[in-house]
């Protein structure tokens, strides 16, 4: 069966510093992945997705993620933290080729950020 | 483009009752997925519909029921409204083709509150 963990469930960083959002998967078959982000009162926007086209994946508002088949990874990073990036991060995998079928979510991480 | 449409944004319902959710996705996406997001249990998966078939469904009880119409909206109904019900209900949507473009998009969801 397939699984996420987010490890962290709150992170706070300091403007301007490195942010790292750790993301563990465990799949059968070749993973299709994802993080989302969520702002207060707000649905999921798509971060960036893993469809197995490149390991390195850059996707919206400076946030890029590695694909580590051998650590089962999929870890967030963005080198400067910005206030707006204070949020709730969610990281999910699918099974189904990413165009059907179900997300499985992790528990969340939510980041913090300091001025 | 217009993105996936949720209503009603907030809902107010008895215990006993019943509720009906409406989802309209992504004009040409044929698969609307419902998740059902609470603090306790995070983001869990309730069913998938595609082309007016459930394709994949979570573990949560009948109470809980969907379908989608021709042109490709989509209603989720709960019965019997439940405390536990409380949540914030969201709807992606997707081509649901596999190699038409991976990734869901995701409505802002109802807030459903039972009392």
């Known amino acids: 069966a397939q699984s996420v963990t987010q490890l962290g469930s709150h992170v706070s960083v300091s403007e301007g510093a490195l942010v790292l959002l750790r993301c563990n998967y465990s799949?059968?078959?070749?993973?299709?992945l994802f993080w989302y982000v969520q702002y207060p009162n707000q649905g999921l926007q798509l971060l960036l997705k893993y469809t197995s086209a490149a390991t390195l994946v850059k996707g919206i508002n400076g946030f890029e993620a590695e694909f580590k088949k051998s650590e089962t990874s999929f870890h967030l990073t963005k080198p400067s933290a910005h206030m707006s990036d204070a949020a709730e991060y969610f990281c999910a995998v699918s099974d189904y080729g990413g165009s059907q079928g179900n997300l499985i979510f992790g528990k969340g991480t939510k980041l913090s950020v300091k001025p | 483009k217009a993105g996936v449409t949720q209503t009603p944004r907030y809902l107010i319902k008895t215990r006993g009752q019943q509720v009906t959710l409406s989802c309209s996705p992504i004009?040409?996406?044929?698969?609307v997925s419902w998740y059902q997001q609470t603090p306790g249990q995070g983001l869990q998966f309730l069913f998938e519909y595609f082309s007016e078939t459930q394709r994949n469904k979570g573990n949560f009880p009948g109470r809980f029921s969907g379908r989608q119409f021709s042109n490709s909206r989509s209603e989720m109904n709960v019965s019997t409204l439940e405390l536990g019900d409380s949540a914030l209900y969201l709807c992606?949507?997707?081509?649901?083709?596999?190699?038409?473009?991976?990734?869901?998009?995701f409505g802002s969801g109802t807030r459903l509150t039972v009392v």
């Open positions: 004009s040409g996406h044929r698969s």
């Open positions: 992606a949507s997707s081509s649901g083709v596999q190699g038409a473009g991976y990734g869901y998009t």
């Open positions: 799949s059968s078959v070749p993973p299709y």
